[in-house]
């Protein structure tokens, strides 16, 4: 690690799914290279790391759903010309991998302290083929499925910020996945609340 007057790591934890489980880290606001520097705001870069072997490009389409759903989130003209660094490294994948993601990067950065104008949470859902939805699918309910999709919910409005979206459904069924994950962000900004309040409740003794 680089001295802190450089970069600094601002978070690490791990966030589970399910069976499934990921690492995140947030390093900065840091020094930005010349050539990705925007003047107006922070530059962020999201990385992906497998569990075994390099990034492929399915990791790439991930690491633009996160970023995108980070950006629209997180203040980052308050830190003008500056880069922020996103590390999501896969512990173990048993599904709801890019939901996983997405929560693991919010609890991230709301622990770092970095200004945001609203929480975000990922719900991943399936559709089966009899048309039964099921929300936090296993890797070998994905496979089963007729479609899959992960969305990005918003703390504010419960409104959709980011959808990722495999398989074959109607307008109706998209809408049926869309309020079924409003509901169900719920209990994740709960969970949230939850964490957040056990990390900094001061133990009486």
């Known amino acids: 690690m680089l001295p802190s007057d450089v970069i600094r790591m601002r978070h690490a934890g791990t966030t589970n799914t399910g069976d499934t489980s990921v690492l995140a880290a947030v390093y900065g606001p840091a020094e930005v290279k010349v050539s990705?520097?925007?003047?107006?705001?922070?530059?962020?870069?999201?990385l992906i790391q497998p569990k075994v072997g390099l990034p492929s490009v399915k990791e790439r389409a991930q690491?633009?759903?996160?970023?995108?759903?980070?950006?629209?989130?997180?203040?980052?003209?308050?830190?003008p010309r500056s880069s922020l660094t996103l590390v999501l490294q896969v512990l173990h994948d048993d599904g709801s991998l890019l939901s996983s993601f997405l929560n693991a990067a919010c609890m991230?950065?709301?622990?770092?302290?970095?200004?945001?104008?609203?929480?975000?949470?990922?719900v991943t859902c399936t559709i089966r083929t009899d048309g039964?939805?099921?929300?936090?699918?296993?890797?070998?309910?994905?496979?089963?499925?007729?479609?899959?999709?992960?969305?990005?919910?918003d703390s504010k409005d419960r409104r959709v910020m980011m959808t990722s979206t495999k398989g074959s459904f109607s307008v109706h069924e998209l809408q049926q996945c869309i309020a079924v994950s409003q509901a169900a962000s719920e209990k994740i900004f709960h969970f949230y609340r939850d964490a957040v309040r056990r990390r900094y409740s001061k133990s009486v003794f």
């Open 36 to 46: 990705k520097e925007i003047y107006d705001r922070a530059t962020l870069e999201v």
């Open 63 to 79: 690491q633009q759903c996160v970023r995108e759903t980070c950006e629209a989130s997180l203040l980052l003209s308050l830190h």
């Open 108 to 122: 991230a950065l709301m622990d770092a302290g970095l200004p945001m104008s609203c929480l975000f949470c990922g």
């Open 132 to 153: 039964k939805i099921i929300t936090d699918p296993t890797a070998a309910q994905e496979v089963e499925s007729r479609a899959l999709m992960t969305f990005a919910i």
